[in-house]
Each structure stands twice: as structure tokens, then as C-alpha cells.
């Protein structure tokens, strides 16, 4: 099993800025490699969608909505964090943003974190 933990989330004025952070950690102690690990973030009655995503390799994909005021990035011993630097925050932002990761090619949720951005 793998675990997922997010942070960052929060309340902020339009125009501000946010970090979120996710770091997976298998739960047994061994962790396989990740290929793609990203951000999703969904709103009521919506369907989840992409913000942005990092491969292991570095490619990085964006949503149009998101592209020139956010990056993504991967840390850590195993690439196992993914980081997205979120600025010029607008209202439409607002969402719950979910964690992603796919390890030995299996699909992990993290619990996700709300994002409000404020007019």
C-alpha cells in the first residue's frame, strides 16, 4: 500500500500565491518507482481534473488555465514529492486538490486539501 499526504491547502486573497506539497511513502517501507505523480482538483458537480503533473524524468504537463502562474516539481531521495507552486491565485482556482501518484504503475489518491481563493 501506499500512502499519500498532502499539505498546503488554505484561504487567500486573489492574487496571492500557494504551495502544495504531497509526499508518497509505501506503507510496508519499500516504495516502487513513481512514473507520474501530479496535482487534480475538482469542483461540486464537476468531473476531477488536471493541474499539473511531473514524470520522473521531468517532463512536466499543464492545464491551460494554470500555465504561466504555476510549476510543478519532484524532490526527494525517490522523486516521491511532488511541490506546485501556485501563483496569481483567482477565484476560479477554488477546488479541492488531490494528490496523485502512480508507483509500479498503480493509481494512488491522496485525501486531498481545499484551495479557496477569495474575490
Known amino acids: 500500500q501506499v500512502q499519500l499526504v498532502e499539505s498546503g491547502g488554505g484561504m487567500v486573497q486573489a492574487g496571492q500565491s500557494l504551495r502544495l506539497s504531497c509526499t508518497a511513502s509505501?506503507?510496508?517501507?519499500?516504495?516502487?518507482?513513481?512514473?507520474?505523480m501530479g496535482w487534480y482538483r475538482q469542483t461540486p458537480g464537476k468531473e476531477r481534473e488536471l493541474v499539473a503533473a511531473?514524470?520522473?524524468?521531468?517532463?512536466?504537463?499543464y492545464a491551460d488555465s494554470v500555465k504561466g502562474r504555476s510549476t510543478i516539481s519532484r524532490n526527494g531521495p525517490r522523486k516521491n514529492t511532488v511541490t506546485l507552486q501556485l501563483n496569481n491565485l483567482k477565484p476560479e482556482d477554488t477546488a479541492v486538490y488531490y494528490c496523485n501518484a502512480n508507483p509500479g504503475h498503480v493509481n494512488y489518491w491522496g485525501k486531498g486539501t481545499l484551495v479557496t481563493v477569495l474575490s
Open positions: 509505501g506503507t510496508s517501507g519499500s516504495l516502487s518507482e513513481i512514473y507520474f
Open positions: 511531473s514524470s520522473n524524468l521531468g517532463v512536466t504537463n
